[in-house]
């Protein structure tokens, strides 16, 4: 099991070719594998396993990327209500905690992963803890969801914020996972406000990622903003923010 651990964290960190074939034929099958949701659940059974728990960040934590979600929380379109915030494919990241807790504006924080195990270690984690937030009407939860079905959980336009720290990555990165990531993007714009934003983050090339995305938002019948920061070099590899925000097309003609 401790191998297991290992290899997945090395490809969090896009090791390179020539290290992959002389790890093992399981990190290809990590690879392989990343949208399965039974490839999480052994994985973060070893996290349970420890001792002490320990937060596992894929690519980078919260102070890294702090500067491009906290202007998002400044303002609310509604203002009697809490802001919507999900960190998407949280895992067992500080990430969704960090955000629950330097949020100026009150914000209900969820946390959604597919695997159960990392559900309940990040709900028993943040209880040890007690995590204090910035504002206090501030809520978070843990929820077990596939994020493909995100509107089972959400309705249609409620969301303001959805932070995908290598969720679409992992999908797209998977044998089978290209169809369920172009899925997780369709059910991104159904559920986000008009207001709202989708941040991605990812270590993909701006030549490819941006054209996938806009593609896909077409394919939808949604046209979307879509821009691009970079985030920055970190362990040789350079690391990307795209920023999705929907913007529905207008059928029909106007007459006059």
């Known amino acids: 099991m401790a191998t297991f651990l290992k290899s997945l964290s090395?490809?969090?960190?896009?090791?390179?070719?020539?290290?992959?074939?002389?790890?093992?034929?399981?990190?290809?099958?990590?690879?392989?594998?990343?949208?399965?949701?039974?490839?999480?659940?052994?994985?973060?059974?070893?996290?349970?396993?420890?001792?002490?728990?320990?937060?596992?960040?894929?690519?980078?934590?919260?102070?890294?990327?702090?500067?491009?979600?906290?202007?998002?929380?400044?303002?609310?379109?509604?203002?009697?209500?809490?802001?919507?915030?999900?960190?998407m494919g949280c895992g067992i990241s500080a990430l969704g905690p960090c955000i629950y807790r330097h949020s100026p504006l009150p914000a209900l924080v969820t946390c959604a992963d597919i695997s159960p195990v990392a559900v309940r270690l990040m709900q028993e984690h943040i209880q040890a803890e007690a995590v204090e937030p910035r504002?206090?009407?501030?809520?978070?939860?843990?929820?077990?969801?596939?994020?493909?079905?995100l509107q089972k959980y959400f309705g249609s336009g409620s969301v303001d914020l959805i932070v995908d720290k290598?969720?679409?990555?992992?999908?797209?990165?998977?044998?089978?996972?290209?169809?369920?990531?172009?899925?997780?993007l369709k059910q991104c714009l159904e559920v986000l406000r008009?207001?709202?934003?989708?941040?991605?983050?990812?270590?993909?090339?701006?030549?490819?990622?941006l054209l996938w995305l806009e593609a896909e938002a077409r394919n939808q019948g949604v046209m979307a903003n879509?821009?691009?920061?970079?985030?920055?070099?970190?362990?040789?590899m350079c690391y990307y923010c795209y920023h999705i925000t929907p913007?529905?097309?207008?059928?029909?003609?106007?007459?006059?």
């Open 10 to 87: 090395l490809t969090s960190r896009r090791i390179s070719a020539a290290s992959v074939r002389n790890h093992s034929s399981l990190t290809n099958q990590l690879i392989e594998n990343m949208d399965k949701k039974a490839t999480w659940d052994r994985f973060y059974a070893e996290s349970s396993n420890r001792i002490t728990f320990k937060n596992f960040e894929w690519f980078f934590g919260f102070r890294t990327i702090r500067d491009f979600i906290m202007p998002l929380l400044q303002s609310s379109p509604h203002p009697d209500a809490l802001l919507r915030v999900v960190d």
């Open 135 to 149: 504002s206090l009407s501030s809520r978070i939860e843990f929820v077990e969801l596939d994020c493909t079905q």
């Open 166 to 184: 290598g969720t679409t990555d992992a999908l797209l990165r998977s044998k089978e996972g290209k169809g369920k990531a172009c899925l997780v």
């Open 194 to 209: 008009s207001s709202g934003s989708l941040l991605q983050f990812s270590d993909e090339d701006p030549d490819a990622r």
């Open 226 to 236: 879509v821009g691009v920061r970079d985030v920055g070099q970190l362990g040789g």
């Open 247 to 256: 913007r529905p097309v207008l059928s029909g003609h106007l007459e006059c």
